[in-house]
């Protein structure tokens, strides 16, 4: 069964710093894998996605993941913060079989000024 | 713009009293998603539609039903709602094997 792990629940970074979130996941298909942004009181927002074509998944806002089937995982990344950057980070990945996804447990970044 | 519209944003029931979310979509996905979503916690599936055909999770309570009267619209009713059911609400849509689009969500509060 499909399942996501998000390694560290809160990430801490400097404004310009570089943004790494860790995400790994085990998958026994080739998975789709999602990354999702949620803001305070809003839905999850789509960052970016990943379906089995470039390894490298360029997303909105800066963000960009790579997909290391090696290492089972998609972190996220951004060169630079931006305060508007703060907010919850999900990583997810597609069930095998239906329509469903696997959320991981969510990481809160904060970008200090 | 397409999108996925959630009403209420905010909505606040009594103890036992019957309350209707509701969700409406613009994109015509085949897929609707209904996840309850607690503080610092990650979106719990409770159930979705695929067209008409309706999947529950096995955890999901009985006190949560959902309606799909076509495909713009999709309910969550909760028949009696308990202090533990306060939390947001969020509407997603999809189509099969591709991302899921989200709704801003409605917050519930259960006095």
């Known amino acids: 069964a499909q399942s996501v792990t998000q390694l560290g629940s809160h990430v801490s970074v400097s404004e310009g710093a570089l943004v790494l979130l860790r995400c790994n996941y085990s998958?026994?298909?080739?998975?789709?894998l999602f990354w999702y942004v949620q803001y305070p009181n809003q839905g999850l927002q789509l960052l970016l996605k990943y379906t089995s074509a470039a390894t490298l998944v360029k997303g909105i806002n800066g963000f960009e993941a790579e997909f290391k089937k090696s290492e089972t995982s998609f972190h996220l990344t951004k060169p630079s913060a931006h305060m508007s950057d703060a907010a919850e980070y999900f990583c997810?990945?597609?069930?095998?079989?239906?329509?469903?996804?696997?959320f991981g447990a969510g990481t809160i970044l904060r970008v200090k000024s | 713009d397409a999108m996925v519209i959630q009403n209420p944003r905010y909505q606040v029931t009594q103890f036992g009293k019957p309350v209707t979310l509701s969700c409406s979509q613009t994109?015509?996905?085949?897929?609707m998603y209904w996840y309850q979503q607690k503080s610092s916690q990650a979106p719990k599936l409770l159930f979705h539609?695929?067209?008409?055909?309706?999947?529950n999770e096995a955890d999901t309570p009985d006190n949560f039903q959902s309606r799909r009267p076509n495909t713009s619209f999709c309910f969550l009713d909760i028949r009696s709602p308990g202090l533990g059911d306060a939390a947001m609400y969020l509407c997603a849509t999809g189509h099969p094997y591709n991302e899921q689009f989200f709704g801003p969500g409605t917050r519930l509060t259960v006095l």
């Open positions: 539609y695929y067209d008409k055909d309706f999947n």
């Open positions: 994109l015509n996905h085949n897929v």
């Open positions: 998958s026994s298909v080739p998975p789709y």
């Open positions: 997810a990945v597609k069930r095998e079989y239906g329509n469903k996804l696997v």
